[in-house]
Each structure stands twice: as C-alpha cells, then as structure tokens.
C-alpha cells in the first residue's frame, strides 16, 4: 500500500546589508520513478522572481533562481505532495557470482562517476584506519555486504546535530564517531566505492512518527544512500536508521552532497548571511491504495 505526503520546505536568508542581486541553484523538486509519483509541486519567493528550471547530469530537477535587485532578506518556499510506494521485498543476499558482475562496471562510463572518489567521499588514511578496526570487509555477496556495512556504520556512529557541516570532510566523523545523515551517507559511499560497488548520495525527506527509534528529526531534510546491485538495480540503504523504505522521499541523487544541496548559489553585496530552514513532512491520513 502507498503513502502520500505533503512536504514544505522553506529557507529564509537575511543579509547584515542589503543585497545588490542574487542568483541560486535550488534542488528542491521530488524525483519521479517507479516507486515514486509527484502529484504537486510549486516553488514560491519572497521577493517573487522567475525561475528556470532544467535537468542536470543526474537526472535531477534543477531550478535557477535569479533575483536582479536590492533586497535584505529571501524566502524560499517548495511544496511537494509525492506518493511513494513500498519497495519490492529484497533476498536475504546474492551469489558470489554477482562479485564479477559489479566489479565489471568500475570503468564503464555511465557508471564512473559513482565508482571513483568524489570531493566529500573519498578514501583517506583515517578511512582505511576506521575500516581495518572495525574489520570492514566485503562478504560473500555484494547485497550482504552493503548491508552489513549499513547495519556496521549504525552502530559505530552517534547521531549528534552540530558536530559537523554538510560539506565536512569525512575525517572529522571518524575521529570523533559522531555526526550526521551526511556523515554517515559519505563514509558509507566511500568504503562500497572501495569494494567495487557504484554507490550514490541522496538528498530527500524523512517521515517519522513518535513509534519511530529514529534519531533524525521529523522535521529536516534527510541524507541516504543507493547502491547498484546486479539484478537488483539501484537499492536504498539508511546507515542512520532503521525505517521502512516507503518512508524516505527522494529527492535529488549525485556524486555525494555538492550535487544536491537543496539551495546553492552567490549573490553581491549583502555582507553577512544568515539562513533559517523550516521543513514539514505530513502523512496524508488516509493511504493510498
């Protein structure tokens, strides 16, 4: 059965001084797939302005917003209403055989750019470190791998807002085990990458409701991650909880962050900056059938 969700996400930015113009980079609209339909979608401003909006390399919507005159202040609000289906019920693994498959795909060009290292997901020396203590290996099949690498990463980290930024390099998680979505999303990237398995950041929404053991909040954005498996396709996992899959709302995927962040962009002028993110994520009372 599927669930429908309303969402709003609004961003305010305030500048010490008045802006001259701006121009943004927002990925704010929900993918379409499969197990996901978009039934609304509107993006409002204040001060109202155009948008454009294309597709980047991804597959992502991509609006540009560009604001040519003074203003001290700007809001962004999106709002989304997405069905979301239930995944198909996974095996408990695969065969040693889909090793050769996944490994094959490392130099094939519609896969590189999530078989290599990307700016935020990357190995470095405390990496290897993390992952030779904690006996981080692949197993006899790539599904059981991921997973087990999943359930690993869980376990190792403490969910702690404030301890990193979005962009922070993954070193400062794995010196201090504690950390967020991101955190927790590039790592995971970094280590399935390392064993050959194409592996992709994705930006979206979390619902979660007060039965949920789930230590991100109901009302932020959320960070995961999807890896391609042979015969199987591109599959979810959330190294940060533990909650159905028909509960995450994709929105963008990329290399890691950079990629997707929901608001992106410079402006002239406008000295300091300040930014506010508000975000709603409502089950509709009533699912879809």
């Not at 669930?3 to 996400?9: D, G, N, S």
């Not at 009302?219 to 015969?231: D, G, Q, T, Y």
């Amino acid at each position: 059965m599927s669930l429908r969700y309303q969402i709003e996400h609004v961003s305010r930015y305030r500048y010490a001084s008045r802006a001259n113009a701006c121009v943004m980079s927002l990925r704010l609209r929900p993918l379409e797939d499969r197990r996901q339909r978009l039934l609304a979608f509107a993006i409002e401003t204040d001060p109202p302005t155009d948008l454009g909006c294309t597709r980047d390399g991804f597959g992502n919507a991509h609006h540009l917003l560009a604001l040519r005159r003074e203003h001290d202040a700007l809001t962004i609000t999106a709002r989304a209403a997405v069905e979301v289906h239930p995944a198909d019920p996974l095996a408990a693994r695969l065969t040693p055989d889909d090793w050769t498959v996944a490994r094959s795909w490392t130099d094939r060009f519609e896969h590189w750019e999530f078989t290599h290292a990307s700016a935020l997901a990357k190995r470095t020396p405390a990496l290897d470190a993390f992952v030779e203590e904690l006996g981080l290996a692949p197993l006899e099949d790539p599904l059981s791998s991921v997973a087990a690498l999943s359930d690993a990463l869980h376990a190792a980290f403490t969910y702690a807002p404030g301890e990193t930024t979005a962009e922070s390099p993954i070193d400062h998680i794995l010196a201090s085990r504690r950390g967020v979505c991101q955190d927790y999303a590039h790592v995971m990237i970094a280590i399935a990458r390392s064993w050959a398995i194409p592996a992709r950041y994705v930006s979206g929404y979390l619902h979660v409701t007060g039965d949920d053991r789930a230590p991100v909040p109901g009302n932020a954005m959320h960070a995961w991650v999807e890896c391609l498996l042979p015969r199987l396709g591109w599959i979810g996992f959330d190294p940060t909880n533990r909650i159905p899959t028909d509960r995450h709302i994709r929105v963008a995927v990329g290399r890691d962050y950079r990629d997707v962040s929901p608001t992106r962009g410079v402006r002239q002028g406008g000295d300091a900056e300040e930014l506010a993110v508000d975000v709603s994520v409502r089950a509709d009372a009533s699912p879809a059938g």
